[in-house]
């Protein structure tokens, strides 16, 4: 019987049982599976749970499934990565998130997201930002964990914890609605200077594309949301979510009549267009731009602001110019 830390070499070539330890209890089984079969594209480990190969204390399980310790998880024969091999990370991107990095103790770090850099690998992307820490820290690569996630095209201020336990507080803490969250966005159609989104959001499934609308069926969200700075039929929109539903933001500004610029989903195609070539930027003009909390380790206040990057920045350099 091995230990869910039981580390695979080239091919695991039978079934194996890993016993679930006191520091991944809480954790769902298919991040549970991640952390185990590095390596294993996703698609792949959310078949194996799908066709009923993951067996948990020997039923079948979903992958949404919240482990405890002791669980025993069966894992079907599965070739995996090396042990110990990194996956490649070139220079250039190791280099930008050293700079992108807000904040750092012995529990956490907080970067500042590049716009286009995924959170997760999979789906077609070999990298994303926490594999690519993973491959830059390989003594941490065990224990760090994404605390919550940014949409692939979203910048700006993402937490990781380092160390299992330090991840339950925190989430914990994030679920109460003990942590700020605060974006800011360029929008098209905003009048006023506050408003208030509630509006419930259902989150569908087309093949591997995640689709969120405004649905009775759906689960409550509400965002408010507070003018920064008008140019014109565009605005600088700061917004703060409430609640905390997979693109929130981008359905709940949709939904009011002020769609995000660039949000290809979302948005509308010929603001885009105008907006994007006038603005010699086609990125989504969503960005996180602060976190609030009280630090469960140390019981200090922890406020991070993200700098806007230089494309969002010159989007705004331009907008104020006369005649713009």
């Known amino acids: 019987m091995s230990d869910s830390r039981t580390s695979a ?20 089984l298919d991040n ?17 749970i799908r066709d009923g190969q993951v067996r948990v204390n020997g039923k079948r399980a979903k992958q949404v499934l919240r482990l405890e310790a002791g669980d ?53 992307i070999s990298l994303g930002l926490i594999e690519t820490l993973r491959a830059l820290h390989p003594e941490q690569r065990a224990s760090l964990e994404l605390v919550h996630r940014l949409d692939r095209d979203t910048s700006g201020a993402i937490m990781v914890a380092r160390h299992r336990g330090f991840l339950r507080r925190v ?36 093949g591997n594309e995640r689709v969120v609308k405004v649905s009775r069926e759906g689960k409550p969200s509400r965002t408010e949301f507070r003018l920064i700075e008008r140019f014109g039929e565009l605005a600088l929109v700061e917004a703060e979510l409430i ?18 610029l660039g949000d290809n989903k979302y948005g ?45 920045e010159a989007a705004l350099e331009q907008l104020r110019r006369p005649g713009a």
Request: hydrophobic share 35%; charged share 25%; proline share 7%.
């Open 171 to 206: 989430q914990r803490q994030m679920k109460d609605g003990g942590i700020e969250k605060r974006y800011w966005l360029l929008c098209h159609g905003f009048t006023g200077t506050r408003k208030t989104i509630e509006a419930p959001l259902l989150k569908l499934a087309h």
């Open 32 to 48: 549970f599976l991640m952390a185990l079969l590095k390596g294993v594209p996703k698609s792949r480990i959310y078949r194996i």
């Open 268 to 312: 509308r195609d010929d603001i885009n267009q105008q907006w994007g070539a006038r603005l010699g930027s086609n990125r989504l003009f969503l960005h996180a731009r602060l976190l609030a909390l009280r630090h469960p380790e140390t019981g200090q206040p922890l406020k991070v602001e993200a700098p806007l990057d230089e494309p969002f």
């Open 72 to 124: 025993e998880v069966r894992v079907p024969p599965i070739r995996v990565a090396e042990e110990g091999a990194p996956a490649p990370v070139g220079a250039g991107l190791a280099e930008r998130l050293s700079r992108s990095r807000l904040f750092e103790d012995e529990w956490l770090y907080v970067y500042n997201k590049p716009a286009g850099l995924a959170v997760h690998g999979g789906s077609g």
């Open 9 to 28: 070499g080239a091919a695991v070539p039978s079934v194996t049982y890993h016993r679930v330890q006191d520091d991944r209890a809480g954790q769902r």
């Open 243 to 260: 609640t905390g539903r997979t693109h929130q933001i981008r359905v709940h500004a949709q939904y009011g009549g002020f769609p995000l």
